[in-house]
């Protein structure tokens, strides 16, 4: 069974560049199964897709995060990571990453990690 570790900052000034790594166990990111996904849930919100991954280095972002979000994979260390520059108090949030067969959008899709909480404040 797949499981997924974030780990990150905590707290980030605002304009600074959010650094997220996901490390993944019970399965490797060469599989052809999953898509690697990162989302997030705002305090009092509800879950924010940003973009996944795929095994063959395809990615795809919400829109929304286009133009500030990098997602990428490190198949030596079985690690996912986040980038997401010029953060605001608006990106303080629960991030989580999530394995699916496809991009996860809902609650309950997929296999989650726990979740790390980042605040962005000066």
């Known amino acids: 069974q797949v499981q997924l570790q974030e780990s990150g900052p905590g707290l980030v000034r605002p304009s600074e560049t959010l650094s997220l790594t996901c490390t993944v166990s019970?399965?490797?990111?060469?599989?052809?199964?999953?898509?690697w996904n990162w989302v997030r849930r705002p305090p009092g919100k509800g879950v924010e897709y940003i973009g996944f991954v795929t095994w063959n280095n395809v990615t795809e972002y919400n829109p929304a995060f286009q133009s500030r979000a990098s997602i990428s994979r490190d198949f030596s260390k079985n690690q996912i990571t986040l980038l997401l520059t010029a953060v605001t108090p608006e990106d303080t949030a629960v991030y989580y990453c999530?394995?699916?067969?496809?991009?996860?959008?809902?609650?309950?899709?997929?296999?989650w990690g726990q979740g790390t909480q980042v605040t962005v404040s000066s």
């Open positions: 019970g399965a490797s990111l060469t599989t052809r199964y999953y898509h």
């Open positions: 999530a394995a699916a067969q496809g991009r996860v959008t809902t609650e309950g899709a997929g296999s």
